[in-house]
């Protein structure tokens, strides 16, 4: 299969999502300041929401109901404000956690929901994905297998993609013991996470 449609197609799909998905944005960015906040260990499940989630908008980009979505008065709206108001809460979070020195089991990281929700509500998810899925055709005039082996692959982005994102933030927690650092770090990364969100909404 993969010989039918050539190694170059593959390797502009990869390089596309890593360039257009992979670039800062409200979900890479949150995963980024949860990771740092939290440590790789209790972000997991956040992540694994925001994962979740932009899979589901994967399969909505490629079922074509982004356009349904978008058709509904106000829809674009909607989906903005939630993500907007939900990212606000999550800067506010992040940028008020404790130093790790100083944090106990107990303390409530953000959940797998609130991920999958960010995701699902993230309106830079849809226009990267869209851009990424209609810009690079595998397999001419079969759609549905193109669809498939595109599916496929960008999932595995996906997932790759976040866990990069996780982990650049989880190797700052190292350095997060220092109570000044640590506030100093969080209200940054909470700083440009509320950034982040607004070139997303301008965009």
């Not at 978008?70 to 939900?86: D, I, N, Q, R």
């Not at 020195?101 to 994905?129: E, M, S």
């Not at 669809?147 to 650049?168: E, N, Q, R, S, Y």
């Not at 909470?190 to 965009?203: D, H, N, P, S, T």
Request: glycine fraction near 8%.
């Amino acid at each position: 299969m993969f010989d039918e449609m050539g190694l170059y197609p593959i390797l502009t799909l990869l390089l596309a999502s890593l360039v257009i998905m992979g670039s800062p944005g409200p979900s890479t960015i949150s995963a980024t300041a949860v990771g740092a906040a939290y440590g790789f260990r209790r972000s997991l499940g956040y992540v694994s929401g925001l994962i979740a989630g932009t899979v589901a908008v994967l399969l909505a980009v490629a079922a074509g109901v982004v356009a349904f979505l978008l058709s509904v008065p106000h829809g674009a709206l909607v989906l903005t404000a939630v993500s907007a108001t939900y990212l606000l809460y999550l800067a506010v979070k992040i940028a008020t956690a404790p130093p790790l020195a100083r944090r106990d089991d107990q303390v409530a990281a953000p959940a797998f929901f609130g991920g999958f929700l960010l995701a699902i509500a993230n309106p830079k998810a849809y226009l990267a994905i869209a851009a990424v899925f209609a810009g690079v055709s595998l397999f001419q005039d079969r759609r549905l297998l193109d669809a498939t082996v595109k599916i496929a692959l960008l999932t595995g982005m996906i997932v790759a993609i976040h866990m990069i994102w996780l982990l650049a933030g989880a190797a700052l927690s190292r350095f997060l013991q220092h109570p000044a650092i640590s506030r100093a770090v969080n209200i940054s990364l909470a700083v440009l996470l509320i950034v982040a969100m607004a070139f997303a909404v301008a965009g």
